[in-house]
């Protein structure tokens, strides 16, 4: 019994040592009102905050444009969010295998609130919930867009804001 224990932390040990990159074992819920609380308009920071879900294919499209946007604006006090609209039951299953496979590094919420009818206007009047949409917000500037973005545009929208 003692050996069997004894390999069975070994074995253990040596996993938790094995991992080249710490992954993120918990994905955080919020409901609207969790995600609302992250954004800091008080603070010289500019907020890049993108709605997406594995399920949708233009926004597994534009992901790694705020991937890139993530390491390139970090010394630009600017931080990007990936808000998941995924269900909180795909978190094990599709989520963080879709983070760990693409090494996705930004920070990501899942926004689980089911009064979609309501918080979905506090975002913008004009967005009727479709995803990929992307919020740009600083103290001073908020730009919502119900659309996806190249590259380009995406650095082009957050440059407007920042500069």
């Known amino acids: 019994m ?41 603070v010289d920071k500019t907020y890049v905050i993108n709605f997406w879900a594995t399920w949708c294919a233009p926004c597994i499209k534009e992901l790694p444009h705020f991937e890139e946007v993530n390491k390139e604006y970090k010394n630009k006090n600017t931080e990007v969010i990936l808000v998941s609209l995924d269900f909180p039951s795909q978190i094990e299953n599709k989520l963080k295998p879709y983070l760990k496979k693409n090494k ?19 975002v913008s009047e004009d967005w009727a919930g479709g995803i990929p949409a992307t919020l740009i ?21 957050i440059n407007k804001v920042i500069e």
Do not use: H, Q
């Open 104 to 122: 996705i590094k930004s920070k990501v919420i899942l926004l689980d609130d089911s009064k979609m009818n309501t918080w979905v206007p506090k």
């Open 137 to 157: 917000v600083n103290s001073s500037n908020y730009n919502f867009y119900p659309k996806s973005f190249n590259k380009e545009e995406l650095v082009a929208e």
């Open 2 to 42: 003692k050996l069997i224990f004894r390999s069975l932390s070994i074995i253990l040990i040596l996993l938790l040592f094995s991992c080249n990159e710490p992954l993120k074992d918990t994905i955080e819920i919020v409901d609207f009102d969790g995600l609302y609380s992250k954004i800091d308009l008080s």
